[in-house]
């Protein structure tokens, strides 16, 4: 764990210059695309809207304590499924897609993290192993109650708002964890007086 802790470090520049490059890389791309469907000034009014919902979340989590940024990729993972209710169109579904994936390859390892600062490695084990358990419980009756919804109802909306409301839920309880505190020794050599 101390290791990953310090490639977490030591890696951050090169992930923020990786994450800046792709952004550049999509703004470029979006922006072509944007003015081939619209005119200049609805291009650079959809650009600029997408640019404060990207970056003012994004200077709050520079800005935050930390453990609240953590608990962002859960929110982002919330909001990316929460986004399929609303699509419509193929390019839209795949954005959503990709969006999703990387917020569901950035919760799996925060896992180990997250419990690790709330319960200390002495018990980090066993809170673990009841993560995967219910992590695994849900991935796997999620595609039978993916299937019951859309037999029942014609249609996924009532699963995707179900899996955004646990996802809130998830990121607010997150928020609640406190980072464990070092155990005090109270051997009597160490003991001073008042």
Excluded at 10 to 28: K, Q
Excluded at 161 to 170: K, M, P, Y
Aim: hydrophobic content about 60%; charged content about 10%.
């Amino acid at each position: 764990m101390k290791l990953s802790d310090g490639w977490v470090l030591v890696g951050a520049g090169m992930l923020m210059t990786c994450i800046g490059i792709g952004a550049m890389m999509s703004l470029a791309t979006l922006a072509g695309w944007l003015l081939v469907q619209h005119d200049w000034r609805a291009s650079t009014l959809i650009i600029g809207v997408a640019a404060i919902f990207l970056v003012l979340p994004a200077a709050w989590l520079v800005r935050d304590p930390p453990g609240h940024s953590k608990v962002a990729v859960l929110l982002l993972q919330a909001m990316a499924i929460g986004a399929y209710v609303f699509i419509d169109t193929l390019p839209a579904f795949y954005v959503a897609a990709i969006v999703f994936g990387l917020a569901y390859g950035g919760v799996m390892p925060l896992y180990a993290v997250l419990v690790r600062d709330a319960f200390g490695p002495r018990i980090m084990g066993a809170v673990f192993g009841a993560v995967t358990l219910f992590s695994s419980l849900g991935m796997a009756l999620g595609s039978g109650a993916g299937g019951f919804v859309f037999d029942t109802w014609g249609n996924y909306s009532r699963l995707y708002i179900g899996a955004f409301v646990i996802g809130l839920c998830a990121a607010v309880i997150a928020l609640t964890f406190r980072p464990v505190r070092e155990a005090v020794s109270l051997h009597p050599h160490q003991m001073k007086p008042a």
